[in-house]
């Protein structure tokens, strides 16, 4: 007779499915079934054991995969059981608060603010505060308020209903930080890593509370356990105190959200915090080639905070994995597409078999501009596509108000940003354009002495419009844009909103004009580029067909799979990302390295790298390949495109310009030489920000040097010889450390050691030495 449960399971799932009391570790690469190996276990425990499916708490991270796990368990079970505890870590702090969180006087009415409304009061916060994006961004803000809220005490301040005082020499950040807070409090309000903190409060002081959930919840299983935060292993660790049945299940190796909180270690060190622990490694792969698995393989092996394993597979060895190096991104995005229609020719694949990843969003604007032209259908997973973005659409509206006048740019563009041209001004100027046959635009012109009309910013507007029509006649595509955004005040309204990747946007399009200047060796027809990015936006209008080929991020490709996967830009700088390296140095390194790992193993059949030369403008420097190519034993894939001597070795050597060890070029008390300042001492050295703090002793001032400043060197340390070198507070430390010579002189020639002996002795009748108003004196 089959057993629907266990079935099907090979022996290290089985091994997971039955080990149920305890603490229990479960290493499940890429592709090890580990879904299955925990629905399994769900459906197990619940019809093998006859456990009340409401005493099972098996929390993951996302809703989908919470939808994904209830569904397979139904399938084996039936769906007569109580599936509500199969939920997110939110989702569970969510329920818990709906009964609990009258314990701290909030309603069980409470909000729940997402991504967006967190924008929108942050809006509020910098306007209140006279602020924009060149103080702070929102990014930078959001992690910030995230990183508060892990280490303060910041729910003692909410739940006491304290106000903050004003405190100049409280930072930026800390002040958007209160006033956020005074928000969030005022409209009951919590945000996402508040479900967390709320929850685990609520648990930490009330016994009461907690021995009742403890209780009630008799097994804990957590998915995708390498991704938990220290609030929500926590969390977990805290409930399962009374009947200690703690199962974890994850890969160290795919830990890819550590910049969000997660801490890969309490997987890898679980069986340390809990001797007991039962590890069960699931190692076998069902996705993907040898081919592929050796790539991946080879590179998570240079990664330190993981458990040894290496995936293996029963399938053939399959076709070999390419990387691909283009002269420029036009030529990298061109070879992708052909690549595509050999695929589907040779394969007899749909274009939905096909997925291409990348490490920021706006690497898709050369992909798609290449898809568009062969005609190739696409889809954005869970993004925008790049033309279709706001402040692209607005910059190419302004670009068709000057060119062409037309309505639609001028309805979208008359009052962004606001000119205080409301609802009756375009009443009025519809009007008249209707009346005189003209756009709105011609009709903001010729009636410009229109009373209802006549305001500034209907002037100012018109001849903004003015103005640029003439500068169009002579400048370039892309210094027209420059200028559009600058006396637009487009710029400046994107830096105020805060939203940072809309500044990276802009400058991809601009960056993309460049290059089509370049490649058209030419000026570029304003009116047949906006012809050519219209039909972009329009792609999909009348489609709804889903047979399109996949385009997204390697974080929203987790737990996806593609029989063939293209990873491009893959470029040192981008990935690994130079920005992460700079704030999180070599923890950022292994992170970034996981990431290429995750991208690699979503491959079923092929698996492609591609790169171009040119110049990254992340960096500041030319470009060449990731140095995780250079990981890679050459004996593992084969090459296309030419890829010059010069570059390979930039390659393996210029990674120093981008670095990421914790171990630093200097280290505190080396001497340095600085081209300009000349010879200094490293006083201090601050992982955190990337920098040392010098003392330069020509200057006499200490300067913030970054740790990639590659013109810093060893200066030999000849302070024995040579006392002139010695700074200030050099000569000050040591003074304070040696012993008072004079002490025990008389204390006519020095008072209590603290008279400097070469100071004239007060005459009779002038303030007493040991005055208490006088400053204290040092021997030297």
């Avoid at 400048?475 to 710029?491: A, E, F, M, P, Y």
């Avoid at 994107?494 to 990747?501: C, N, Q, S």
């Avoid at 709804?544 to 700088?573: A, N």
């Amino acid at each position: 007779m089959n057993d629907p449960i266990l079935d099907n399971l090979n022996p290290n799932q089985l091994q997971a499915v039955k080990t149920t009391e305890g603490y229990v570790r479960v290493i499940a690469g890429a592709g090890s079934g580990k879904t299955k190996a925990l629905t399994s276990r769900f459906a197990y425990i619940v019809d093998r054991l006859g456990i009340n499916s409401s005493n099972i708490l098996c929390v993951t991270f996302t809703n989908k995969a919470a939808q994904e796990m209830k569904k397979r368990v139904k399938a084996l079970i039936g769906d007569t059981y109580d599936m509500s505890f199969i939920t997110t870590y939110h989702g569970f702090c969510v329920r818990f608060l709906r009964e609990e969180i009258n314990k701290i006087h909030y309603p069980k009415n409470f909000i729940i603010l997402d991504a967006e409304d967190q924008k929108s009061i942050l809006r509020d916060v910098f306007t209140e505060l006279q602020i924009n994006s060149r103080h702070l961004t929102f990014k930078q803000v959001l992690r910030f308020i995230s990183k508060q809220k892990s280490t303060s005490d910041y729910l003692g301040y909410i739940l006491e209903n304290k106000s903050f005082e004003p405190d100049e020499s409280d930072s930026l950040s800390s002040r958007v930080f209160q006033i956020y807070l005074d928000k969030q409090k005022r409209n009951y309000a919590l945000d996402f890593d508040d479900l967390i903190h709320f929850t685990a409060f609520i648990l930490d002081n009330n016994n009461d509370v907690l021995l009742k959930w403890q209780e009630n919840l008799h097994y804990i299983q957590v998915d995708e356990a390498q991704d938990s935060s220290e609030n929500q292993f926590h969390l977990v660790e805290m409930l399962s105190r009374v009947h200690q049945n703690l199962f974890l299940v994850g890969d160290p190796d795919q830990t890819i959200y550590e910049w969000r909180g997660a801490k890969p270690e309490y997987l890898v060190e679980f069986d340390t915090i809990f001797p007991d622990t039962q590890t069960i490694i699931m190692n076998r792969n069902y996705r993907s080639t040898p081919n592929i698995l050796k790539i991946g393989n080879h590179i998570i092996k240079n990664n330190t905070i993981r458990v040894d394993k290496d995936m293996i597979t029963d399938k053939p060895e399959g076709f070999e994995v390419v990387h691909f190096h283009g002269k420029n991104d036009f030529e990298e995005s061109r070879w992708i597409a052909s690549e595509i229609k050999e695929i589907l020719q040779s394969e007899e694949a749909s274009y939905s078999d096909i997925s291409i990843l990348y490490r920021a969003n706006h690497l898709s604007r050369n992909i798609e501009q290449a898809l568009i032209k062969d005609n190739i259908p696409y889809t954005i997973f869970g993004g925008i596509r790049f033309f279709e973005r706001k402040e692209i659409k607005d910059v190419l509206s302004m670009l068709r108000l000057i060119i062409q006048g037309d309505n639609f740019s001028f309805l979208r563009m008359h009052n962004q940003p606001a000119r205080g041209l409301g609802k009756k001004f375009l009443e009025r100027l519809s009007l008249l354009a209707g009346e005189q046959n003209l756009s709105l635009l011609q009709a903001l012109e010729k009636n410009a002495a229109d009373k209802e009309l006549a305001k500034k910013g209907a002037r100012d507007f018109a001849a903004l419009i003015s103005e640029l029509r003439e500068i169009a006649k002579t400048k370039s595509i892309s210094d027209l844009v420059k200028i559009i955004l600058d006396k637009s005040g487009l710029s400046e309204l994107y830096r105020k909103d805060g939203d940072e990747d809309r500044i990276e946007n802009i400058k991809e399009l601009v960056n993309s004009m460049l290059l089509l200047e370049k490649e058209n060796n030419a000026p570029v027809n304003i009116v047949e580029y906006l012809q050519e990015i219209a039909l972009y936006t329009d792609l999909d209008a009348d489609t709804g067909q889903q047979d399109k080929v996949r385009l997204m991020t390697i974080h929203i490709s987790k737990g996806l799979e593609f029989p063939y996967v293209f990873l491009c830009g893959f470029t040192e700088g981008v990935l690994p990302s130079a920005l992460s390296i700079k704030e999180r140095r070599k923890r950022a390194i292994e992170e970034e390295r996981r990431l290429m790992y995750v991208a690699v193993t979503r491959a079923e059949k092929r698996f492609y790298m591609t790169d171009s030369e040119g110049f990254n403008f992340t960096t500041g420097l030319n470009k060449y390949p990731s140095r995780f190519l250079f990981e890679i034993s050459e004996e593992f894939y084969i090459r296309k495109g030419e890829l010059s001597r010069e570059i390979i070795q930039s390659g393996k050597t210029g990674q120093n310009n981008i670095q990421g060890d914790n171990d630093t070029a200097f280290k505190e008390g080396d001497m340095v030489m600085h081209p300009v300042w000349n010879k200094g001492k490293v006083k201090a050295v601050n992982i955190e920000k990337s920098q040392y703090v010098v003392d330069f002793f020509e200057i006499g001032k200490e300067k913030p040097i970054d740790f990639s400043f590659r013109h810093l060197t060893p200066a030999e340390d000849n302070t024995a010889e040579q006392s002139t070198d010695f700074s200030v507070m050099d000569l000050q430390e040591q003074l304070k450390s040696a012993p008072n010579p004079f002490k025990d002189l008389d204390n006519d020639v020095v008072a209590d050691g603290n008279q400097n002996i070469f100071e004239d002795k007060p005459e009779s009748g002038t303030d007493d030495i040991n005055n208490n108003d006088q400053e204290e004196k040092k021997w030297w």
